[in-house]
């Protein structure tokens, strides 16, 4: 049987896991405050939703993919939140990146109800999203894991289980506190080596087959022109917007202070985001980093 999904939060990569959701022949409707990403869902053949509570009427699966814990929190348990309109079998999946006690208080309001509920963030950024090879990192009990697996697999390639509700966040802000370090390591590489006179193609090449290799290397590469289809060859439009890498560097600190964690490499990077974002870059993708570094 065909299941019904609600899909809210038409973002970068949102709207790219939902088309998939309907190639994958779900019957999908989807909500998000911008019209225009809607319209885009609705000509790819997604029913479409003035409003959250409409969005998820018949929903057997709602996915939300939202931009920090306050919105997700008041979606699902603030005042009207979905988990009192929501059927009684329905699982929700969160695919936020948001602070792991966000995630576990959300958790914790639909264990109350009898509601499934992981949480799901994702690995992989919008070429991923897209193509539908994302790596999702749940939390949650193993029942409802499973049960969200068939649904997942429709917009990702890698599904783990990191364990209760909240651990699929904190293995997330682990993951990008690491994705930020190299970004940045190789972003100071290249630009170094480019200012002595060398090709950046060329260097990349080297480091690739060298003890440098790393992923913004392989998939991502920084430096404009060496990579076609990246941000960096698009005047660092579209992907993972630094306020975004900003936002996750903030919960891995969080994090670190609370469980007493030393993360040095990771407080300066997020140190670095945050003289970078203030500059004005914002709204571009987090590999930007690499003008930070560039002389004027």
Excluded at 247 to 269: I, V
Aim: proline letters at 3%; glycine letters at 10%; aromatic letters at 6%.
């Amino acid at each position: 049987m065909t299941q019904n999904i609600a899909f809210i939060g038409l973002g970068n990569m949102g709207g790219p896991m939902a088309k998939n959701l309907i190639k994958n022949d779900f019957k999908v409707t989807v909500y998000d405050l911008n019209a225009h990403v809607v319209a885009d869902l609705k000509a790819a053949g997604a029913n479409t939703a003035d409003n959250a509570k409409a969005a998820i009427k018949d929903a057997d699966v709602i996915i939300s993919m939202l931009p920090n814990g306050a919105i997700v929190k008041s979606l699902y348990i603030g005042n009207n939140g979905l988990i009192n309109e929501v059927k009684d079998d329905v699982l929700i999946i969160d695919s936020s990146t948001i602070a792991a006690d966000d995630a576990r208080a959300v958790a914790k309001a639909c264990e109350r109800k009898g509601i499934a509920m992981i949480d799901a963030p994702v690995s992989g950024g919008t070429a991923a999203a897209e193509a539908g090879t994302l790596t999702f990192i749940c939390g949650g009990e193993p029942a409802h894991f499973e049960a969200a697996k068939l649904v997942l697999s429709a917009m990702g390639r890698h599904i783990f289980h990191a364990g209760a509700s909240g651990a699929g966040q904190v293995a997330k802000i682990c993951n990008n506190m690491l994705l930020a370090i190299h970004m940045v390591g190789t972003a100071e590489a290249l630009n170094m080596g480019a200012q002595q006179g060398l090709d950046p193609k060329v260097m990349s090449e080297i480091m690739k087959a060298s003890s440098g290799n790393n992923w913004s290397l392989q998939v991502y590469n920084p430096f404009p022109g060496v990579m076609p289809n990246v941000p960096s060859s698009n005047d660092y439009q579209g992907g993972f917007m630094v306020d975004l890498m900003s936002k996750d560097l903030g919960l891995s600190q969080e994090l670190a202070a609370k469980s007493k964690s030393a993360t040095p490499l990771g407080a300066m990077a997020t140190q670095l985001y945050q003289i970078h974002q203030a500059a004005g870059a914002g709204g571009k993708d987090f590999s930007s980093i690499l003008q930070l570094f560039q002389k004027k």
